[in-house]
């Protein structure tokens, strides 16, 4: 495959479990700077998509370029080293630690089992966690056990979890499911935030929180991109209506 | 001061003070040197239990197979003592002189090589901590790296050690057999069997479980703990914020496995033989069980563990050999259903709270009665402000 001016470059990817293809021949180029959504029915192959991305599942064939770097046969936490970070459907953080130790856990330093006992907390660290935690909207809430937060606050804290890391690609996968209209406003307005100096995909499926942030969308159906484009042009396909915006 | 104050709380030091005040004042001062002797025995299965704390409670990964490596590091210090009681001098009637007994029963005629290093004791220690280390190491990658955890890792454990009790049952020869090896007398012309050297066995058992249990903690408050608490929540969560989530299990085995190596070179030393009889299945989970009474989150608890799950099986099983096994399985369920935390949990949830709420009653009684003598203005009894932890037992 060619090398690309991308962020991320997904060429002829395609996947089968047991035959059937969860995704199906798929290219797709993410630009920096850009923020993508994907949209589509469910079973469409969107969470499988940002799995082969991240790592959990593997490719049956096809390529996967992050900055030009071939993905698919590297380990998941080198993938995160290179500057890629995604967001689980449910929310997945550590309830029995604190907010704090949450975010300072995602520190990207310390992370061989040496680094990890040699590791200070220090003032560099304290600092980024505070940041992050103001972004996000908990910083009164830093020495709170992650458990007892809210869902909404939940989903913003894996968010800033990370954010710790400085990804380059973040990929998040519905991150409002389950919020309350202001959380989703809120939501919306870190989304916008954060995708400065780096490339975000989205998953999500609520039409008026899309058209909210997406700079261009993609539809994806039965593993297959169905059309690509600007949320009005998407809309207005009949193709994307038929399959999807229609029912 | 302060600063003094603030490691007391972070490294739990207080707990593990009281510890080191039972073990090196208190229970010597108390006890003959055959009771204290037995105390020794139990406090080597301390050091497998506070390892089992980190591998298990800090871990998530159960293993049924400690005993393999309190074996090994108790098979490692026994064959340096063996080589040295059979001396050619003491072992002159056999046909080959110089070689432990069992092998001159075995027809064997030359010191094996696997035997040769534990004819120096720098090499033996060493062994003691590495060999079990090494084990570990080869176990954990090979499971951890493919992903093989939970009840199967259990199940793999507890399949190593009893492959690991037939090995030793099976090559006489080289290990004893059955009876393992008995007859152990002096450390490089030590007589590790009179009263005095049961002493200084005693407490250099006791000074390395506290330095065993100081490492652990430091473990713990490292990132690594917080780490190891995250990845039993949400491995994939870990494993996705870029870390290689097997070595950090690696790790922690093969740091549980060392602790157990040296817990068997103890027992080796102070009661004088090793045998398969300390390595298989059924030991191996003696030694969960003695995390689990304890506290399998707190590494001084794993200790009152071990000390009082022995203590009662050396009562007991003289009174009901017979009944011991049932005993033991009804303590260890009754245990995890009852309070899952242990008697640590019970001491942490229940009775210090207790306690506590006990203490401010008390000193709300003591506010008020002087309030209640003055009946000017009975309504403003002045209320206690709740304290801070801490705070509260300087006033008192």
């Known amino acids: ?247 | 001061m302060n600063f003094i104050k603030a490691s007391i709380q972070r490294y739990q030091l207080g707990s593990l003070l009281l510890l080191v005040l039972l073990l090196a004042v208190v229970l010597p001062l108390s006890l003959d040197i055959f009771r204290l002797n037995l105390v020794g025995k139990y406090l080597t299965y301390a050091f497998v239990a506070v390892g089992l704390v980190m591998v298990w409670g800090y871990g998530g990964v159960l293993s049924l197979g400690q005993g393999v490596f309190f074996g090994i590091g108790g098979y490692a210090m026994a064959m340096f003592l063996k080589l040295e009681a059979s001396d050619p001098v003491s072992t002159k009637i056999q046909t080959t002189p110089g070689i432990p007994d069992f092998m001159d029963w075995n027809q064997i005629t030359e010191l094996p090589t696997l035997w040769l290093p534990f004819k120096s004791l720098p090499l033996s220690l060493a062994l003691v901590v590495l060999a079990p280390m090494a084990l570990a190491w080869l176990i954990s990658f090979a499971m951890f790296k493919r992903r093989v955890g939970g009840v199967y890792f259990a199940i793999i454990t507890q399949a190593v050690a009893l492959i690991c009790t037939v090995l030793i049952i099976g090559q006489q020869g080289y290990t004893g057999g059955v009876n393992g090896m008995t007859d152990l007398k002096t450390m490089l012309g030590w007589d590790t069997r009179t009263d005095g050297a049961k002493y200084v066995l005693y407490y250099v058992c006791v000074g390395l479980l506290v330095a065993s249990i100081v490492l652990c903690r430091w473990v713990q408050t490292s990132k690594l703990g917080t780490l190891l608490l995250a990845m039993r929540d949400k491995e994939d969560r870990v494993r996705f914020s870029g870390y290689d989530v097997s070595n950090f299990k690696v790790f922690i085995f093969c740091l549980a496995a060392a602790l157990s190596g040296i817990g068997g070179a103890m027992f080796a030393l102070q009661v004088g033989f090793m045998s398969p009889s300390f390595v298989g299945i059924v030991p191996s989970i003696e030694m969960v069980i003695f995390c689990a009474v304890g506290g399998r989150m707190s590494l001084v608890g794993a200790v009152y563990g071990a000390l009082l799950v022995n203590a009662g099986k050396t009562l007991f099983s003289e009174s009901f050999p017979d009944l011991w096994l049932f005993l033991m399985a009804g303590l260890f369920i009754g245990v995890t259903m009852a309070f899952p935390m242990g008697l640590a949990g019970l001491w942490e949830e229940k009775i210090r709270p207790w306690w506590k709420s006990r203490r401010q009653a008390l000193r709300d009684a003591a506010v008020k009665r002087p309030a209640a003598a003055a009946p000017v203005v009975p309504t403003a009894t002045p209320s206690e402000p709740t304290l801070p932890d801490g705070v509260g037992s300087q006033r008192a």
């Open chain 1, 1 to 247: 495959m060619s090398n690309t001016d991308f962020a991320l470059a997904v060429e002829d990817l395609t996947v089968s479990f047991d035959g059937f293809k969860a995704i199906d021949d798929l290219t797709l180029y993410i630009d920096r700077n850009e923020l993508r959504v994907i949209i589509g029915p469910n079973g469409a192959g969107k969470t499988t998509l940002l799995d082969l991305i991240c790592g959990k599942t593997r490719a049956s064939a096809g390529s996967i370029k992050f900055n030009n770097t071939e993905l698919t046969k590297m380990a998941e936490h080198k993938r995160v080293r290179l500057g890629i970070g995604r967001k689980f459907q449910t929310p997945s953080i550590y309830e029995n630690l604190s907010v704090f130790q949450n975010l300072e856990v995602s520190f990207p330093k310390g992370r061989s089992v040496f680094g990890a006992l040699a590791f200070r907390c220090d003032d560099e660290v304290k600092n980024k966690v505070q940041a992050i935690a103001e972004d996000i909207g908990l910083a009164d809430k830093l020495d709170t056990e992650a458990g007892l937060l809210s869902h909404g606050q939940k989903q913003w804290l894996e968010i800033g979890m990370l954010l710790m890391q400085e990804p380059e690609l973040l990929m998040l996968d519905e991150p409002i499911a389950g919020m309350s209209a202001r959380e989703r406003e809120l939501t919306a307005e870190l989304l916008k935030r954060i995708c400065q100096n780096r490339a975000v995909i989205v998953i999500e499926h609520d039409m008026a929180f899309v058209k909210q942030i997406a700079h261009k969308v993609t539809v994806m159906h039965q593993g297959k991109i169905l059309a690509e484009g600007a949320m009005e042009k998407v809309q207005a396909d009949p193709k994307v209506i038929d399959v999807y915006l229609g029912h």
